[in-house]
């Protein structure tokens, strides 16, 4: 069974950092895809940083790009979402998710509904 287990949010003052991690369990990293996505208040979800061990590539959604990195860990099943220089509008619940790699790919999927194992989020708030 595949199951991700978020950590790390919390309340950090506008211009801090955090470092999330993405517990994974049931799957090997190589064979999937991980995504970092958050979710505000009366908002859609929102995609933040995507990654492929096996293509060895990672994305970025351009409202992050430049103070979030995402980073992974295949010895302990993890996936890290650094993040710098946060601002109040960063404020959310922050999520990983997980795809299984198709040999189809051209490029990682970034769609929310193209991810199919979610965590169950963990809650960043950055105040003024």
């Known amino acids: 069974e595949v199951k991700l287990v978020e950590s790390g949010g919390g309340l950090v003052q506008a211009g801090g950092s955090l470092r999330l991690s993405c517990a994974g369990s049931?799957?090997?990293?190589?064979?999937?895809?991980i995504g970092w996505f958050r979710q505000a208040p009366g908002k859609q979800r929102e995609g933040l940083a995507w990654t492929s061990e096996r293509l060895g590539i990672s994305y970025y959604a351009d409202s992050v790009k430049g103070r979030f990195t995402i980073s992974s860990d295949s010895a302990t099943n993890t996936v890290y979402l650094q993040m710098n220089s946060l601002k109040p509008e960063d404020t959310a619940v922050y999520y990983c998710?997980?795809?299984?790699?198709?040999?189809?790919?051209?490029?990682?999927?970034?769609?929310?509904?193209?991810?199919?194992?979610w965590g169950q989020g963990t809650q960043v708030t950055v105040s003024s």
């Open positions: 998710a997980a795809v299984q790699y198709g040999s189809a790919w051209r490029s990682l999927p970034t769609e929310e509904d193209d991810y199919d194992y």
């Open positions: 049931g799957f090997s990293l190589d064979e999937y895809a």
